[in-house]
C-alpha cells in the first residue's frame, strides 16, 4: 500500500512552478515542505529542520573611542542548514528570502588597561540600528567582557545583518573584538 504523494522535485524545479491555491509541494534538495499560494511555492519548514546560519568573528577589529566600525566575520568554519537561505560575507549574514529572523550576537571584547566599555548594536545593510548594547571591562580584570544581544527582525530578501561598534565616548586606551570569540547567528522563523 502507497501512502499519499505530494507534488514533488529538486530546489531548481519547484521554483519554477506556480502551483495551485494550497496546494503542498515537496522541495527534494532541501527535504523542505511549501504550500503554493497560486502564485509561488511559500516555505512552511519540516519539524525536523531549522533554517539557521552561524558565524565567528575575523581578525581583531580594534575600536576606537568616536569611530564605529563594521564588526568582521569569518566566511569559513561557519554552519548554514541550507545553502538556499543564508550566505555568509565578511560583513555578516544575508537573509536569501524575505521572512521574520530571530538575530543574536555575543560580542566578546578586550581591553589595553583601565576601565573600558564597549557600545555594540546590530547593523543592517551597513547602516546601525537601535537599540544599543554595553560591554563593560573594569580596570583589574581586561580581558574577555561580553555583550549578549537578541533580537527579531522582518527582513527582505538581500537584506545584511552584521554588528557594529565602537568604544563609548569617555573613554581612554583601545578596546577591540578578538578573533574567533564573537558569534554571529540567524534563524528563520517565518517565511514570507
Do not use: H
Not at 31 to 55: H, K, M
Not at 94 to 113: C, D, E, F, H, W
Amino acid at each position: 500500500m502507497s501512502g499519499l504523494q505530494l507534488r514533488r522535485g529538486n530546489s531548481t524545479t519547484l521554483a519554477a512552478i506556480t502551483g495551485d491555491a494550497g496546494e503542498p509541494l515537496f522541495d527534494t534538495t532541501n527535504n523542505a515542505l511549501y504550500v503554493s499560494n497560486g502564485s509561488a511555492p511559500q516555505y512552511i519548514g519540516s519539524p525536523r529542520r531549522t533554517e539557521a546560519a552561524f558565524c565567528r568573528s575575523a581578525a581583531n577589529s580594534s575600536c576606537a573611542q568616536a569611530t564605529e566600525i563594521q564588526v568582521q566575520w569569518a566566511t569559513s568554519d561557519t554552519v548554514v542548514t541550507s545553502s538556499g537561505f543564508f550566505t555568509i560575507a565578511a560583513d555578516g549574514i544575508t537573509a536569501v528570502v524575505a521572512g521574520i529572523y530571530l538575530i543574536q550576537a555575543s560580542i566578546t571584547s578586550y581591553a589595553t588597561s583601565t576601565a573600558k566599555a564597549l557600545e555594540v548594536r546590530f547593523s543592517k545593510n551597513g547602516t546601525s540600528e537601535t537599540p544599543i548594547f554595553y560591554s563593560y571591562q573594569d580596570a583589574a580584570y581586561r580581558r574577555g567582557s561580553s555583550a549578549s544581544m537578541l533580537t527579531m527582525m522582518a527582513l527582505d530578501a538581500g537584506d545584511e545583518i552584521g554588528v557594529r561598534s565602537r568604544g563609548v565616548a569617555g573613554t581612554t586606551g583601545t578596546v577591540w573584538i578578538e578573533a574567533d570569540d564573537s558569534s554571529l547567528t540567524m534563524t528563520l522563523i517565518q517565511e514570507g
